[in-house]
């Protein structure tokens, strides 16, 4: 057992090449071999978002706090809001992120798959962004 106490890992900002605006991680846990979870408390500030992405595994998104967007390729954008729980399934190309005047924090959750948990692609454009 081991018990991380708050603080230990620090909130990081989310590195500009896969997100759009201030956006910033707190993170849970990235578990030990043979485990494979990997999780992090996400904070978008108005507007933010993350790039396209995919995950091999597929991911969980829990929300937390105020409302955002999501998107799956060639799909609409769909309002999320506090408790809202989603699941993308594996290799799924979507985004997610803040609504344009409301802040979003959601709990990030992905299993890796020899050791990537993510593969990140294009930027969300402004147009893709507001449709």
Request: proline content about 9%; charged content about 20%.
């Given at each position: 057992?081991?018990?991380?106490?708050?603080?230990?890992?620090?909130?990081?900002?989310?590195?500009?090449?896969?997100?759009?605006?201030?956006?910033?991680?707190?993170?849970?846990?990235?578990?030990?071999?043979?485990?494979?979870?990997?999780?992090?408390?996400?904070?978008?500030?108005?507007?933010s978002?993350?790039?396209?992405?995919?995950?091999?595994?597929?991911?969980?998104?829990?929300?937390?706090?105020?409302?955002?967007?999501?998107?799956?390729?060639?799909?609409?954008?769909?309002?999320?809001?506090?408790?809202?729980?989603?699941?993308?399934?594996?290799?799924?190309k979507?985004w997610?992120?803040?609504g344009?005047?409301?802040?979003?924090?959601?709990i990030?959750?992905?299993?890796?798959?020899?050791?990537?948990?993510?593969?990140?692609?294009?930027?969300?454009?402004?147009?893709?962004?507001?449709?």
């Open positions: 057992m081991e018990i991380r106490r708050l603080g230990t890992l620090p909130t990081r900002k989310a590195p500009a090449k896969s997100f759009t605006g201030n956006v910033w991680q707190d993170p849970i846990i990235e578990a030990p071999e043979p485990a494979l979870l990997k999780s992090n408390v996400v904070m978008f500030e108005p507007g978002r993350t790039a396209w992405h995919t995950h091999p595994m597929g991911q969980t998104l829990y929300v937390t706090a105020g409302t955002g967007r999501i998107q799956k390729w060639d799909g609409p954008i769909q309002e999320i809001r506090a408790g809202d729980v989603i699941w993308i399934p594996p290799g799924e979507h997610h992120g803040a344009p005047n409301t802040m979003m924090t959601h990030s959750m992905q299993e890796g798959h020899d050791g990537v948990v993510v593969e990140w692609l294009e930027h969300v454009t402004d147009e893709q962004y507001g449709a």
